[in-house]
């Protein structure tokens, strides 16, 4: 059996993931193809997840890729989470995604039975088939396609209650029912999703673009970072051609022949932001996140609440970016010392993030002392 170690894992991961150098040759879609999609539910987290991977891209660049070309997808993708995903990709992931078991789903009498999430779905796709909404004319439209149990306010949301529908909101999202739409004043649309056939190995697609990227790994822990079940997991990984090795000692799993790492250890500094896909799907955390990395980057053990510093492929602090009309303020809290060398690299870095953000960008070495998510 072959045996890969954390420094050369880390570095194949930092490599096939565009972060041990920019991507110079590669568009957008290609870009986050590789990465399994960029988390988007804060949108300036996904410009700057796309941008740190691509030479000369900006938020700017981003948007246009979304809203004008076509070639990225706004959608809820793994864990029913908001993603950006390439609109090629898209039939995989909705093949894939439509096939995860339903979850317990809510209390009773709050719940939708199978048979309404059924007609929710449909609703949804019917009425957005002529024109974008946004989320009142979609409820709206939905109530009175379906029935007034649909709009029973019973789901507790940030200052109220949500109507019942919603709770599939991502199932319709996971069966193609829509994708997101640009932003209407300031308020989000939603658009009928593009039509494609779902290829019949939607499944196998998916875990072969997981493998390549974030591989050696187990079914567990694509399960984790997919949002499914550890026996779903396992068929999926049934359905590829893979070969078992030694991964820090722990048996692991890679597509078939494809045991490459490149020839040294992981080298560069790097602010990934809030649940960059590096982040989510970088397992273990015990050796992503070091020392006080654990305790200082992580909430309760969840990955991507806190932007952090990568060097070296390892966290090695965190950061937090405010804007204050054009001006970004970076503070940067080290956990470890950084060389000379390294401490250029963050300049670069900020520099970077003044780019993909179009801003003016100022760096403060302290404590950064805003909580998770903020």
Known sequence: ?????????????????????????????????????????????????????????????????????????????????????????????????????????????????????????QAVRDVLAGADMTIDELSDAVVAATGPWAGDLVMPAFQGMWPRWRQAMHTAAHRGAFVFGPVRGRKVTYRAAPDAPVPPDARAGLVRAYLTAYGPATPAQFAQW?????????????????????????????????????????????????????????????????????????????????????????????????????RIDVTVELLSALTAAQRGELDEQVERVGEILEGRPRLTLGPVTVGAHA
């Open 226 to 326: 997919v949002g499914a079940t550890v026996r779903w997991a396992a068929e999926a990984f049934a359905t590829v051609e893979t070969e078992e090795v030694s991964f820090d000692g722990r048996p692991a799993r890679v597509l078939a022949g494809d045991t490459a790492v490149p020839d040294g250890p992981p080298r560069g500094v790097r602010l990934l932001p809030y649940f960059d896909a590096y982040l989510i799907a970088g397992r273990p955390r015990e050796l992503l996140y070091p020392g006080p990395a654990w305790q200082r980057a992580l909430s309760g053990g969840q990955a991507g609440t806190f932007p952090v510093l990568l060097v070296d492929g390892e966290v090695r602090g965190v950061w937090h970016p405010r804007r204050s009309g054009s």
């Open 1 to 121: 059996m072959i045996e890969l170690s954390w420094p050369q894992v880390s570095a194949r991961r930092m490599e096939r993931a565009h972060l041990a150098a920019p991507a110079a040759d590669k568009g957008q879609a290609a870009v986050v193809a590789a990465m399994c999609g960029a988390h988007a539910q804060v949108m300036s987290a996904a410009e700057l997840s796309i941008g740190l991977r691509l030479d000369g891209v900006t938020r700017a660049h981003v948007r246009e890729a979304l809203w004008e070309e076509g070639s990225l997808v706004k959608t809820h993708g793994p864990r029913g989470t908001v993603h950006l995903l390439p609109a090629g990709d898209l039939p995989m992931w909705l093949g894939a995604l439509s096939s995860l078991p339903a979850g317990p789903g809510g209390a009773e009498g709050i719940r939708l039975t199978a048979e309404q999430t059924d007609q929710v779905v």
